[in-house]
């Protein structure tokens, strides 16, 4: 039986930790997502207006440009091209990444919410 060291054993531990947090939960954030993100975005088609633009169809789409939504300016010159990786920046807080966007949320900070929120986005808004 091969011993790894603490180092080496912690980095092992570490390596798989976040391997599972980049994979992300679509299940769970589909909960997550009704729960924090749904008030105001929809990702189904609806008549009624929300506060947040829609996301349908977000996955390669640039910030500030859905048709039919009044952006702030920052988020329409922010040209963002929404992606994974993207997203994941953003949402961990879209304050800092956007300052003075009209999107009055902290980020997602709890363990994995991310990741699962993103997870989800990619199946859901592609």
């Known amino acids: ?41 929809a990702l189904v088609p609806t008549e009624d207006k929300k506060l947040g633009p829609s996301l349908i169809g977000l996955i390669g789409r640039t910030s500030g440009t859905l048709e039919g939504y009044v952006y702030s300016e920052p988020m329409k010159a922010a040209g963002i091209v929404w992606s994974e990786e993207t997203l994941k920046v953003y949402l961990a807080n879209p304050r800092k990444v956007v300052p003075g ?11 994995n919410e991310l990741e699962d929120v993103v997870a989800y986005l ?3 808004a592609g």
């Not at 947090?21 to 993100?37: D, Y």
Request: overall charge positive; proline content about 2%; aromatic content about 4%.
């Open 1 to 41: 039986m091969k011993c790894l060291s603490i180092p080496a054993l912690a980095l092992s531990v570490l390596t798989a930790a976040s391997a599972r947090a980049e994979e992300g939960n679509a299940t769970r954030g589909a909960e997550l997502f009704a729960i924090r993100c749904g008030e105001c975005h």
């Open 101 to 111: 966007t009209k999107m009055n949320f902290n980020g997602l900070k709890r363990d």
């Open 122 to 124: 990619l199946q859901a």
